[in-house]
């Protein structure tokens, strides 16, 4: 008696994607530890799984950023303004500590900041839960007890307590990122050796928000819509970008009929940032109001567009005239985003809209800190996963990062000018901004033929969207109620295809096989 063959094969749609296999620049790097995955490799079977390698090496490049600070630990942020700029250590921590009130145990928001200290600023500046952030780490440092317990030392306790507590924010990052899609836990990889996140990393608070993004958008990506409200409220609670977010997920789910979902999402994020800010907002109103109103009111600022401007006309723009025209631009980019949402050959993947929205906000806005840089790169992580492009945008923002401190460093030297002149310096923005545009290009490029998508090239739809993954749409303009060929619904309506034959052979392997 004979029985029919049956292939044990498992359906290439559930493996777990190997970037040697696909990616030109991961297979040459990966020459350094033993060359690309082989064909046989056995994948899972081994302690060191994807997520747990992330891990350590996050830990390990957030550790050589504490390193690259050193020369600012015991001189740069307390003796010669300079110093800190010529090492490129600098960071607002260990000055905040005094300047904000918490070496003197004052309560953010409701106790007002003594002049002579704050530097004019009467109440902490920063959204509430980043305040709550920042005063724990002031608890763990402690009250002083004795003589011995200088400022400068203390200045130093806290900036290694936040420290220590950015590092756990900077591994939650990598690992959610790991996790967001199933099959691509090593896109992971790219969030944990983003040089320009090495060396921003301490230099503030953000990587409170960015993780609480991230595991956001993992929450998404397991289909549940109410705790990523919840926590993409609590991270707006921290700082303000976030909640962009909610504009691209409402035009995917408006185009795939998703209304009860994205429902609750926003129910989500409006209860939990509301619980967060109303205790503070009823008790101190004004200390609450301080991040908003000093947003408003702050001049044009390092890294953008808009301080060329300034430096290069004779009469510059007044602050109103550019919060005006910042805004305007900003709308003008979340409509062609919509635009594009709408009339797409197939609905944009969530991370890609989340990335160009962000990034919109970046080359609009007034201002530009160095630490900017990690609100994108988990998203890009996401959005691009390919270390080529990756790596270009990092390229340029680390150029920018140097730029600014030696630009600074040429503004604090007096006649010395020792540093980079004000003609350096704009070349520094306009790296910055032409490197995220770049990338803003090649994902519009991806949403637009979705066979050139890195995570769209195997027959994949939306793996971080959640319920919006393979979801038939209801709602379109233009050519997007009619999609080419490779870019249409499954026989059964819920199964997409790509472009199965344009499809290259992946590097290493063998050649793809069509999809059932």
């Not at 808009?306 to 025209?325: A, G, K």
Request: one cysteine or more; charged letters at 15%.
């Amino acid at each position: 008696m004979t029985f029919p063959r049956t292939s044990t094969r498992p359906d290439p749609r559930e493996e777990p994607v190997a970037p040697t296999r696909q990616d030109e620049v991961a297979a040459a790097g990966s020459e350094l530890i033993g060359g690309p995955l082989g064909r046989k490799a056995l994948l899972g079977a081994h302690w060191w799984t994807p997520v747990r390698v992330i891990a350590l090496i996050a830990v390990g490049m957030f550790a050589l950023g504490m390193v690259q600070k050193l020369p600012c630990y015991s001189g740069g942020w307390f003796f010669g303004a300079g110093a800190q700029y010529t090492h490129a250590c600098y960071s607002d921590i260990p000055h905040l500590f005094q300047g904000r009130g918490f070496a003197v145990d004052l309560v953010p928001y409701f106790d007002k900041i003594p002049s002579g200290i704050s530097g004019g600023m009467e109440y902490l500046e920063y959204p509430v839960l980043t305040g709550v952030f920042m005063e724990v780490a002031s608890w763990i440092t402690g009250i002083p007890t004795g003589a011995e317990d200088s400022l400068q030392y203390r200045e130093q306790v806290y900036w290694l307590v936040n420290a220590g507590m950015l590092m756990v924010c900077a591994v939650v990052i990598a690992v959610c990122v790991a996790r967001t899609h199933r099959r691509r836990p090593w896109d992971g990889l790219l969030v944990a050796l983003a040089p320009a996140g090495m060396l921003t990393a301490t230099i503030n608070w953000d990587l409170l928000a960015i993780a609480l993004t991230a595991a956001a958008m993992l929450m998404w990506s397991r289909s549940r819509p109410l705790a990523f409200g919840v926590l993409i409220g609590l991270a707006t609670a921290a700082k303000l970008y976030p909640v962009f977010l909610l504009g691209p997920l409402f035009l995917l789910c408006w185009r795939a009929g998703r209304w009860r979902e994205f429902g609750v999402a926003f129910t989500g994020a409006a209860g939990a940032w509301l619980a967060v800010n109303l205790p503070v907002m009823i008790g101190a109103f004004d200390g609450w109001a301080k991040f908003y109103t000093f947003s408003q009111e702050r001049g044009t600022d390092f890294g953008s567009f808009w301080l060329i401007q300034q430096q290069r006309m004779t009469t510059p723009l007044s602050t109103e005239t550019v919060n005006t025209l910042a805004t305007l631009l900003m709308l003008a980019s979340c409509g062609l985003i919509a635009a594009l949402t709408m009339t797409a050959p197939r609905r944009p993947r969530f991370a890609q809209l989340a990335f160009l929205v962000v990034a919109a906000f970046i080359l609009t806005n007034k201002v530009y800190s160095p630490q900017y840089v990690l609100w994108l790169i988990p998203l890009a992580a996401l959005a691009r996963p390919r270390w080529r492009d990756f790596l270009i945008w990092q390229a340029c923002e680390v150029m920018y990062f140097f730029g600014i401190w030696m630009y600074l460093a040429y503004t604090t030297s007096g006649d010395k000018h020792q540093g980079l002149p004000e003609e350096g310096y704009q070349l520094a923005i306009l790296l910055h901004l032409l490197g995220t545009l770049y990338l803003c290009a090649v994902i519009v490029r991806d949403i637009l033929m979705p066979e050139r998508d890195p995570v769209r090239r195997d027959g994949s739809d939306d793996p971080s969207g959640g319920i919006l993954d393979r979801a038939m749409d209801v709602f379109t303009f233009g050519r997007a109620a009619h999609p080419p060929k490779h870019a249409s619904h499954g026989a059964d309506g819920t199964y997409v295809r790509w472009g199965a034959a344009e499809e290259k052979r992946p590097l290493g392997g063998p050649a793809p096989e069509s999809s059932p």
